[in-house]
């Protein structure tokens, strides 16, 4: 197989994929507690040239990239008031707890409600979990006493969908909850914007080369089929 189309293509499936992160993270822009994604790329390793008849090395030629893993930035994002007084918010590190029919799961997004039961539940009715794991009960005029509000910390986050994260609970946390008030989502739509573009600038210069390559081996074919070499 002509090598320069598998660079490039392996480059275009590196950038599809990079593509459909920043497209999640576009969409999500405006979710409180979303965590951006990152696509991290490798390169493989080089195929070393050398001359044949002396046996001189001439150095490295790149075989291709491929996405490697996507790494998620679980930081804490800025605190913005909502006056909603079920709104809350983790002011410093740690994570809601809220329990899902798959079992625990951890959230930064605190825009939770009411259920018929009086229990405080996320957007997905999932009912959200005190420091002893119990579920949270609201007041008689329906408010939420922050105190009751279980804030965990979180080993080894890993993305489950519907901004909910698994993990190994590691005992209480260091922040504080906030009510009236929600965590910002973590993308940056501007720079997201500019990764978005730069990613399908990177996408179409591979289209550019596989063309290029399949015009020249297309004249190459036409060439030696021909009883004068195309002259």
Known sequence: MERGLYIAASGMVAEQMRQDQIANDLANSSTPGY?????MQRAFADLLLSNTATGQAIGGLTTGVAADRMVTDTSPQPVRDTGEPLDLAIVGDGWFAVQTPQGVRYTRNGQFSAAADGTLTDQLGNRVLSP???PVKLDANGHVNARDVGVFALT???KQGDNLFTGTAAGPAAGTVRTGALEGSGVDPARTMVDMIASFRAFEA????IQTIDESLHKTAAQV????GGA
């Open 225 to 228: 089929g021909s009883p004068n």
């Open 156 to 158: 080894g986050p890993a």
């Open 206 to 209: 591979g289209q550019k080369v």
């Open 35 to 39: 965590k951006a994604d990152r696509v």
């Open 132 to 134: 002893a794991g119990q």
